[in-house]
């Protein structure tokens, strides 16, 4: 279950679980509806599952994240059969780990955002890393305390070209059994 995203000052970087939104170019956008003294990042709430792998969560639209505000309008994640945005199969979101490195494949993720759909994936379906798309790593502790992170750029409408960097932690929540025996420590 990811952890809700906290901004302690101005000039910290944020706890927990966040989006950082990068223009064309790189250069950062600053979201000041997003609920954080700092700008640069918008904190994320959990939603009533979490992120799940090896299933997907198209609706409720709260389910992963609780709605987030991006400049006066509320966005929501989803993942879906077949991305919006794309009109392409995807596959579930997964993430392994190896050893306590966790790699994984999160093509499923879209935003919506204003009655559009934005894929915030990596890879971008059809399995590509267009642009400043990087692919989601991290770590997490036979405790089941997680930190991952990935990059994607939009590829179409409103925003393209620009860049959502999503970093979340929190507690690993295996579907059977113990955190332990799941990560094999």
């Known amino acids: 279950m990811p952890s809700a ?6 000039t910290s970087t944020p706890t927990g679980s966040y989006l950082e939104m990068l223009g064309q170019g790189g250069s950062i956008v600053k979201n000041s509806f997003g609920g954080c003294a700092n700008a640069q990042y918008t904190p994320l709430k959990p939603g009533t599952e979490g992120l799940k792998t090896g299933s997907y969560q ?8 609780q709605p987030a505000n991006f400049f006066g309008s509320d966005f929501t994640v989803n993942t879906d059969q077949v991305d919006r945005q794309a009109n392409t199969s995807v596959p579930p979101p997964s993430i392994v780990s190896n050893g306590g490195h966790l790699t994984g494949n999160m093509e499923a993720v879209d935003v919506a955002y204003n009655g559009a759909y934005f894929n915030q994936g990596a890879p971008k379906p059809g399995g590509g890393y267009p642009g400043s798309t990087k692919p989601l790593t991290g770590s997490i502790s036979c405790s089941g305390s997680f930190e991952i992170q990935w990059q994607s750029q939009i590829v179409g409408g409103a925003f393209n070209n620009f860049t959502g960097v999503w970093h979340l932690s929190g507690t690993f929540i295996p579907s059977s059994g113990s955190v332990a025996s799941a990560l094999g420590c």
């Open 5 to 10: 995203g906290t901004c302690a000052s101005a």
């Open 58 to 65: 198209p609706s409720p639209p709260n389910a992963i994240f």
